[in-house]
């Protein structure tokens, strides 16, 4: 029997700037649904990677002193070197630069051509480079000098005139777009970008360029010699190529794949994914991704991150102080998913130590140090006239697959984190009110003395579990700790998350510390 397929995407990331702490944000994000999915038993596809063309990577690979090209490639190994640090499980990185993705985007663009979707006139108006993207005069600012500037980045615009360009006929989408949303409520997440989202499209749609005459650094329309695909029009196409749309070594792999789960983005560039992307998918008769999710800023005392302003941080900074696992809980535990999120050091610090040091690492040391003190570091069998007894660790573990699942469907990791940490200090309060301690002192208690560190060290399988998908190396420890097999194998998360399956007998090792508590005076970045 097949499995399931779940599908979803990050963002392409544009070219010209390295990894930060918001494309990791993102990254994580989808990371972590990957790795559950995968243990919930799905056939999972996370599609990935590099948004290429354009006039601003021309024109930065010139100052440069290299080809468009030369800079692409410069760049590419900035993403995937912090994407392995992260402990990222992509299944596909789609460069745009790439020839399977000219397939994609020549074969889309041609059937929408072909269908009367497309019309050839001359652009007036305003360009903005950085953005890469075209504004009406009224949506623009003024600087102090007077100048048009951006209304997203407030950088000076461009003046369009008379450049020849492809359009779509996105206007002709705005009756369509706003039934979809009213049927597909679900569609745009969380609920303040769609009230966004379904404002700007009440007030009406312009005709989108998807073309461009003036440089070459992109994707030629083979309907016309001198155009190359404007960028969006190219890098949302990716999400069709990382499952094989028009791919003749992936066959079928598109049809049992499409449409997907999520798009994960920044609320930044909601506006692409929710209206020009879906009004593309209708005009090519594709179905629509189920969700765009557009999540919210990283602010550091209230501000988005930037270098003009001087409070970027880079995500190998905070992994050299936290770890790997530590960096991935925070930033999806403690920043709720859809909100913007202000982070700092000292909040960082404060959730490591309580959430990781002194509840989840304390725990596995006590519980592995006392199995190894009383019980020569073999997991107790338990007694047969204590298979009835009360068991308050089973009790919660029994119902935390349900709460679990129906957060990670909802992309709810807060909430996830917390219904585990849940266990995980009720364990802790387990093992004071039980005083192991005190019950290896008797030779006629000692039979209640495996039955509770029985259920302190099943609780730790069962956490290890659930924590996998936030925290995968931590729990792949935890799992070697106990003499299981490969956590990274388990494909069925509700089967394996069954109270008992902790063989007696198995081996425990204490270890190092999983987490060493820090002292944010010591943290210097």
Known sequence: MSKPTYSFTTPIY???????L?????TIAADTVARYQRMNGCDVAFVTGLDEHGQKVAETGEKNGMTPQEWCDSMVPAFKDAWDMLDIT???FVRTTEERQTRTVQKFWTDLYEKGYLY?????GWY?????????????EKNEEGEFVCPDCHRPVRRASGEENWFFKLSEFQEPLLKFYEEHPEFIRPETRKNEIVTFVKGGLQDLSISRSTFDWGIPLPFDEGHVCYVWADALLAYLTGIGYADPEREGEFERRWPMQYHFVGKDITRFHCVIWPAMLMAAGLPITGTVFGHGFLLVGGEKMSKSKGNGIKPADLVEVFGVDAYRYYFMSDVRFGADGNISIERMTQVYNADLANTWGNLCSRVFNMVGKYFD???PAVPAEFADAPNPLKDIADVLYEKYDA????VNFTDAAAAVQELASRVNLYVEESAPWNLAKSEETRGELAFVLYNAAEACRILAL?????MPNTSAEVFRRLSLGAIEEIDDIKAASVWGQLPAGNDVEKGDPLFPRLDVKDIQL
């Open 14 to 20: 544009y070219v010209n700037a390295a990894p930060h």
């Open 22 to 26: 918001g494309t990791a944000y993102t």
């Open 90 to 92: 992509y299944t596909d």
């Open 120 to 124: 050839k006139s001359a652009y007036e």
């Open 128 to 140: 903005c480079v950085h953005e890469e993207t075209y504004y009406a005069e009224n949506d623009l």
């Open 377 to 379: 570091g073999k997991v």
């Open 407 to 410: 957060c990670m469907a909802d």
């Open 466 to 470: 659930f924590f996998a998908p936030f």
